[in-house]
């Protein structure tokens, strides 16, 4: 007994010895990957719009998207009687015919910039505009020079194509164009025959999407007529 309690004494114990568990390592927890870094937004690109000069002797803000007698006061005297029909043309871009008042009226020009201008009416109001033989033309034809007479400039080269061997014809379709005036959207054709300044014309034509009230008129191609390219009897016509 004795033995036993100088034993417990000797290995500073109330009790029989434990073995302690050795310390635990924490490991080390994994670096969180880097979150990449958000790119910038792409800068949205900015196109250029065609600008318009008042700077002209015959402006198209004063004549486009205004009343026969506002257009007429611009002009000169009528020639010829012009046209009348009971349908007008879109291109949006598939060619639209929808039931409308429309008239051409040919007039001269009394500024003398041009031999004769061609109104287009729709409903009552201007809508298409034609320009027929710079009186200013010389040496080679050249296209600018009909854009730079009413005052226009527009971002990008035309489509040039040939519809027969003796003219060529500039197009701008409202994407390229990127013309607006008063809020409604233009398109653009230059043409001359055989070269020649007397036959050379430049047509600006209202081509913005149909309004509700347009929708509403639209003829079924069965009974809609034939696109036509405003025409007079001036030898300025193609």
């Not at 607006?180 to 959207?185: G, H, L, M, N, T």
Request: charged share 25%.
């Amino acid at each position: 007994m004795r033995f036993l309690l100088g034993l417990a004494m000797a290995t500073g114990c109330d009790g029989p010895a434990t073995e302690q568990a050795p310390p635990v390592t924490k490991q080390a927890e994994p670096a969180a990957a880097p979150v990449p870094a958000k790119a910038a937004p792409a800068a949205k690109k900015v196109e250029t719009l065609a600008q318009v000069t008042e700077d002209v002797p015959l402006p198209l803000p004063k004549l486009l998207g205004h009343a026969p007698a506002e257009v007429e006061a611009l002009l000169g005297a009528a020639q010829g009687k012009g046209m009348d029909r009971g349908s007008c043309v879109r291109f949006v871009p598939e060619r639209v015919f929808f039931a409308c008042e429309y008239k051409l009226r040919p007039h001269a020009d009394k500024t003398g910039t041009f031999e004769e201008v061609i109104v287009g009416y729709e409903d009552g109001v201007a809508t298409e505009l034609t320009f027929d033989g710079l009186k200013a033309g010389s040496g080679p034809f050249a296209p600018q020079a009909l854009l730079e007479a009413i005052g226009l400039s527009l971002p990008e080269p035309g489509k040039l194509t040939k519809p027969t061997g003796s003219v060529r014809l500039w197009s701008w379709f409202n994407s390229i164009a990127r013309l607006r005036i008063a809020d409604k959207e233009y398109r653009v054709e230059v043409s001359v025959v055989e070269e020649d300044w007397s036959r050379g014309r430049i047509s600006v034509l209202q081509n913005d999407r149909l309004t509700p009230e347009q929708s509403a008129k639209i003829l079924q191609p069965a009974v809609a007529p034939k696109a036509s390219v405003p025409a007079s009897d001036s030898k300025a016509s193609p």
